[in-house]
Structure formats: C-alpha cells, structure tokens
C-alpha cells in the first residue's frame, strides 16, 4: 500500500535540503510497480543483487535509485531492459526474513533520469541527474485540482480497493505534483502507463493526463456498479417471484387446490391414457411425465419435454375413419370428379374389393406418373372421398433435408417431427390418404438425402414400425395409403421407384379435352367468375379450335386458363350492363383470346424433299419433330446440328451408313456422298434432343433427300434402327400417338413389336387413325415418300 508521509505536504524546503541525492546511485530493479517521489512503498528483496544493494546502502546514506524493469519476469534484467527514468529513494526501514529475503520500506525523494551506468558488479552503480519539478500556480491549476479530487472521492464510493482515509489524504494536499503522483499511484492501471507518468516532468501536461486516466477510471466503475445493481434486482426479483409461489402453493394446498404445476401434470396423464397408445409409445410418454413433474416449470427443459408429450398425445396413434367399401358408390364418386383414366379408377376399386373381403390389408403405395395438368393431384383428392378417408398433401419439391422427413433429434433447439408425422397429426387419423407430391424433384445434399428416407416410409415390410427421430417411438404406417406423383421416371431413386406401382397418366386426346372442358373446366369457371349458363356458352367448335389452336399440351392447364379468359370477358359486359346471352362459337374467339397462337406446320415444312416428321416424347407428353437433311459439295463430311445427344447423333450415323449400303437397292447412286457434305438439323435447336427413337425419321429424310420425293405430309413415324435395317421397339407410344393427333398426323409407322401398345390407345383415335407397323426400314420409305 502507498501512502503520503506526514508532513510531505507543507512544502517544506527544509526536509529537500535535508536529504542531499548524489550523482551517483546504486539503481535497484524494480518489478511490476513503480515508485513516485514522497511516496512510500513496501518492497520485498530476494535476489541476491539486490539483497547487496540494500546492505551496501544501509551502511552508507541509504540513498538508492529505484527503477522499474521492462518486462517484469525477466530475472536478471540487463541495462537496456530498464526504464531510464526511476526515482532516488531513502530506506526507512529493513527486515531480514528467515530465507534470507528483505522487507524494505523506502520513500522516493526526486526524479532521476540515468546518464550512464558505471558499474554492473555486484550490482548497478549509475551516474544519474535530479529532475527538479518547479512548482506551478493559477487559476487553471487549481480548477483543475479541485476537479481531480471531486474525481476521485467518487471513485473510492465505487473502488472497494480505494479506502475513505485515501480520500481524506487526498483532499488535503496542495502540491499538484504529489497530488497528480498519490492518484497514479493507486489508479488500477498497469506498471506502463504509471512508468509514462513518472516519466513526464511537466506537471501541467502531468495533470491533464491523470485527470484523462481517471476519468476513465471513474466510468467503468460506475458501468460495473450499474451492472452489478441490475443483477441485483433481477436476483432479488426472481427471488420475490419464487417465495410468492411457494406462499401460492401452500395457499392452494390448504384450500384443496391443486397448483399450476400439479394440474398440468394431471391433465397430461388423462390425455396419455386417453391416447391409447400401444406398450412402447405409453411406456416412454409415462417415463417422460415422470420427468416433467420433477422439472421446475421456469426451466427451459421444462417446455422441451411439454412440447414432445404434447406430439405425443396428440397422434392418432388409434384413431382412424371407417372405409367406404360400397364399390358402387366410391365408382360413382371418381367418375364424378375425373373423365377417362380407367386404369386408375380399377386399381382403386379393385383395393377396394380386396379390403372388403380381408381387413387387415396393407395399404398400397401407388405413384402416377405423367405430364402437367393431367389430374395427378386432384386425383388422390378424389381416392379420399371415394374411400370416406382423411386427404393429407405435402409437397416433396425442392427438399434436400433428409430432416424434413424424418425431423430432427430432440437435443437441438427448436426441434420438430418430420412432415409424415405433421401430416399424420394434421389429419388425425392413422389411415388417411398421404399423398407425396412431386417425388421426382427431391434434392440432395450435405444434409442427407430425403429418397433414402423415404425408403422405410414407402416399403410395406417396414413401415409398421416408422421411427422419426423427434418422437423416437415407432408409428405403424401400414394403414396409410401413400400415393406419390412425378412428372418423369428416370430422376426417382431406383431403390424407391422400386418400392412403388407406377401408374401412367398420359395426355389426353382432344376429344377427351372437349369433355373434360364441357362436363368440369367450365361449369368450375362459371362459378369462380359469378357467371351461369344464362350469360355465357361455349359452343364445341370454340371449344375444338382453343384446343388446337390456342393450346398445345398433354393435360388441360392452359385449356382451363384459356376458359377463364372468355369468361373474364363475359363478366366484364355483364358488369357494363349486357343483358343477352353471350354465345362464343370458334369464329368469335379473337375476341377474348386474342390471334391464334399455333398453326399446323406439318404439310409446310414437308413439302420439300428431304424432310420428314417424327414423334417423340418428352416429359410434359409426347410432339412431334422435323428432321431436316440438306447437301452441298465437300468430301464426306457429316454435319448434326439441333442439340441432338450422342445416342441421336449414333441414330442419324447408323442411318446414313444404311443409307450407303443399300444405295443401289433404293435408287440412289452409289456415289452419291463421294463429293458431297451432308447436314442433318432438328428445328428447335435451344431445346436438347437425344434418343433412339429418331433413326427411322432420319433414315427416311435422307432417303427423301437423294431420290428427291418429298415425304407426305400427313405421315409420321417413330423406331429405332439397327445397321441390318431392322426397326426396333420404343417406348411412349401412347403419347406419341396423342402429339401426332393433336398436330393432324392421319397415318402413323410404328415398329411391329409396338403393336401391343395400340391397347393404350382410345378407340376413337384408332378408327380416325392409320396405323403401319414395320420391321424393315425398306418398307418405311414405300410408304412414307410421294
């Protein structure tokens, strides 16, 4: 501790005169601290220098130099690890400890700066100079004073290390040096911003710089006090709030009541026993209402565990809706709601009838398969009603987390079951209808991957026993009748695609549109737009040419969007006042719809020779393309161009070959490509093309091409070929038969093994249509060139 000796305040030049600092001084290292003058400070001696230095000096005047090392953990410091200025220091008094070590008392005298050191054994003598501090007077000087000690009498209401007596020292010196020294003494600042202050002989700057430090000082004294009388109140609040529950507790407990807590815990226990869950599930709900009731209900953990009894409480771990089993009548409902799509309808009442006969079936996992607007989703809407069940929707598109199937561990914040168990909640029934929307669009990535965890989800074998990491407990799933949907096949798991019964949902025929249009399309738009039948009609022919010419789709989006817009129109001159009915026949269109948007190009485009048309499927169904083959001179070179893939360009080489080998067979000369460059282009070049169903088309353009017979226009045609000249089997005919109607195809070559596929295709079209069937590509060029 450091304090002011009595009497070192009163200015007293005789007591300066008294002790006389010679030019030359023993210099004593000093760690950690730092000495002013007119002060004292208690130093404890260890090192064996040092222990030399002191009783040297006690046997001469005592006069010592008192020098704070650089960097305190160094031993035996050299002499450029010292400080150069210290303070000249008289030793008031010595105790010599047992091990050999000394307590000294010594009080600084004056500043001394070192000139030079002189000697270094046995320890350091140094030439040094005084440093006189001048005294200084005025009117700022004492303002400032003043300010200093109001400082710091409120740094010592806040400092417990700063005693009151301090503060009474303090209060009554008049020398600004001492004054600014006795403060940096005790300021908590480290050993060199107290050595800068040594260090600075001007008082006035020395003045202005402690007045800063305390300042600082005094500000983060009063932010700890204002923190610490915070905590306080929060502590003595929360205490408060804990002792008035305790009372409230005895109260009700004297009255019969029973608390929050308690009445919590009840209802919970009526609510698992009413939950009728089966062994396992009702042995880890107990378990957990057993922890929950020894949990304080301000704990965090507290609402974690009352929100997992809460999920599990709350699943229809036995409730479920009877099935409607009268075939009749759920057959009633399906043609209700959807036109056509006989395949789908017998497979459901075809469960149906296997449900009514054995109760405890597994519920089928079906997936429909098909382009846009085709009925997919609805239909599953639909299978609900029929079957008197629960409709649960989610949305699988875009997913990556294998989380949101399966939720997350209930060690993180915020944790939630996946969206099976959601849904399952949400229909509160075990045996809903849950249909997985868009199952062929599931991500991946480093989050895990959703198709594997739909595995256990979609496998009958498995799913009675469904663990989803939240709840932790296994749900049967065996009742649920999961459908899924997808646009294509190709982009699903193979693992889960073979875990489904896949069922196609082709395009629909335009006749089938001209139904769909009259019987559910318009009398839903005449609804949604405040119209009845009294204002509008649509007469067939309309209705034909939006289907032709305002529309090209496999399914009815655009058919319904297109509906709407006449009936917008409508509505505006009824709004205006129109009182007749409004009959909107083919000619009328323009008016609503605006010009017709597609064209039949197909006799266009083939009038040449050298183009020929083909069909192909695509993931929105099935239309049509022109392969179109030109020739100039060059020298054997092959041309492809249309972003044709390597399985198409593989076709369009395996043609030309054919084409070569069978030259003289077909009337062609043989060396009709010796000086010649061929280009082979598939219009609509931005959208990529590839597969093997285009080598017939290819082989009949460049057979067009050299014997200079245009193709008929009304032909198209589909096959893979081989170089023996074989047309092989391809896939999609349905929706290839379905894009060549819609753009007037009349006659259509298919391979002779694609015959069994004609079973897909409506009767109407099959009588409207032409249909030859192949198995050498000789015979496609009899048929197929004018």
Not at 106 to 115: K, L, P, Y
Not at 396 to 406: F, P
Not at 687 to 711: E, H, M, Q, Y
Request: proline share 4%; net charge neutral; glycine share 8%.
């Amino acid at each position: 501790m450091i304090v002011v000796p009595s009497g070192a305040d009163k200015g007293d030049k005789e007591k300066e005169e008294k002790i006389h600092v010679p030019g030359e001084l023993p210099i004593l290292p000093l760690r950690g601290t730092v000495l002013y003058p007119e002060l004292i400070l208690p130093i404890m001696v260890g090192r064996k220098k040092s222990v030399k230095l002191i009783d040297d000096a006690m046997e001469r005047d005592r006069i010592i130099g008192v020098v704070t090392q650089k960097r305190s953990e160094i031993e035996d410091p050299k002499e450029d690890e010292l400080h150069q200025f210290g303070v000249a220091a008289l030793i008031l008094r010595m105790i010599r400890e047992l091990d050999g070590s000394q307590r000294v008392i010594v009080q600084g005298v004056s500043r001394i700066r070192i000139q030079e050191y002189i000697r270094r054994d046995p320890y350091y003598m140094a030439r040094i100079e005084a440093i006189e501090e001048g005294s200084i007077k005025g009117v700022e000087v004492d303002a400032m004073m003043m300010n200093l000690k109001g400082l710091f009498q409120k740094a010592i209401e806040y400092a417990p290390y700063l005693t009151s007596e301090l503060g009474t020292m303090v209060s009554n010196i008049k020398s600004p040096a001492i004054l600014t020294d006795l403060i940096a003494s005790n300021l908590n600042i480290n050993a060199s911003e107290k050595q800068r202050l040594l260090e600075m002989v001007d008082v006035q700057e020395r003045l202005n710089q402690v007045h800063l430090l305390l300042n600082r000082e005094v500000q983060v004294l009063e932010l700890g006090n204002k923190i610490q009388s915070q905590v306080k109140e929060d502590m003595d609040k929360t205490q408060r709030e804990y002792y008035l529950r305790e009372q409230m507790k005895a109260i009700k407990k004297e009255l019969g009541e029973l608390d929050e807590h308690t009445a919590e815990t009840k209802e919970l226990k009526e609510r698992i026993a009413k939950a009728k869950m089966p062994p396992e599930a009702l042995k880890v709900a107990e378990k957990e209402l057993d922890r929950l009731s020894k949990i304080p209900p301000a704990s965090a953990e507290y609402t974690v565990a009352r929100t997992y009894l809460d999920w599990l409480v709350d699943l229809p771990w036995s409730k479920s809706t009877k099935d409607n089993l009268e075939i009749s009548n759920a057959r009633i409902i399906l043609e209700e709601d959807h036109y056509n799509l006989e395949k789908v309808k017998k497979r459901i009442l075809e469960y149906l009838a296997v449900r009514k006969l054995k109760d405890d079936m597994k519920g089928p996992i079906l997936c429909f398969v098909g382009p846009p607007g085709v009925g997919k989703t609805s239909l599953g809407k639909s299978i609900a009603r029929a079957m008197g069940r629960k409709f649960v929707r989610i949305s699988l598109g875009g997913i990556r987390d294998e989380a949101e199937i399966r939720g997350h561990r209930r060690t993180y914040v915020g944790a939630l079951p996946g969206r099976i168990i959601q849904g399952l909640k949400r229909a509160g029934s075990n045996n809903p209808v849950f249909m997985l929307d868009e199952v062929d669009k599931i991500g991946m990535d480093f989050r895990g991957d959703p198709s594997s965890a739909l595995l256990e989800v979609l496998d009958p074998e498995q799913n009675f026993s469904f663990s989803d990491h939240y709840i932790d407990v296994g749900f049967d799933l065996s009742k649920v009748m999961f459908i899924t949907t997808a646009n294509v096949l190709e982009t699903i798991h193979q693992t889960l695609r073979d875990r489904m019964e896949v069922l196609e949902l082709p395009g629909y025929t335009e006749y089938e549109k001209l139904m769909i249009a009259k019987e559910f399309l318009i009398p839903k738009q005449l609804t949604e737009h405040g119209l009845s039948e009294e204002h509008i009609e649509l007469q067939d022919d309309a209705l034909t040419t939006i289907i032709t010419s305002y529309t090209r789709e496999a399914g009815v989006r655009n058919l319904e969007r297109e509906i709407a817009s006449g009936c917008r129109g409508v509505a505006k001159e009824v709004a205006e006042g129109k009182k007749e009915k409004t009959i909107i026949n083919s000619d009328a269109l323009h008016k609503f719809l605006g010009p017709v948007k597609f064209f039949p190009e197909v006799a266009e485009r083939t009038s040449e020779a050298g183009v020929a048309t083909g069909l192909a499927w695509t993931p929105t169904g099935g239309d049509i393309i022109f392969v179109e083959v030109t020739k100039m001179k060059g020298e054997k070179g092959l041309i492809l161009t249309g972003q044709l893939g390597d399985v198409m360009k593989e076709s369009a080489q395996a043609a030309l070959s054919f084409v070569r080998t069978k030259a003289k067979k077909l009337g062609i000369k043989e060396d009709f490509f010796d000086k010649a460059d061929l280009h082979i282009h598939v219009p609509a070049g931005g959208i990529p093309k590839d597969g093997p169903s285009a080598g017939l088309t290819i082989f009949v353009a460049l057979t067009s091409l050299f014997t200079n017979r245009p193709v008929r226009s009304d032909i198209a045609m589909t096959g893979e070929i081989t170089l023996r000249g074989l047309v092989l089997p391809v896939g999609g005919i349905k929706e290839k038969v379905l894009a060549g109607r819609r753009a007037g195809i009349k006659t259509i070559i298919l391979p002779k093994k694609n015959e069994k596929d004609l079973e897909e295709i409506p009767e109407r079209i099959k009588k409207e249509m032409d249909f030859k069937f192949i198995q050498k590509m000789d015979e496609a060029v009899t048929m197929a060139l004018t």
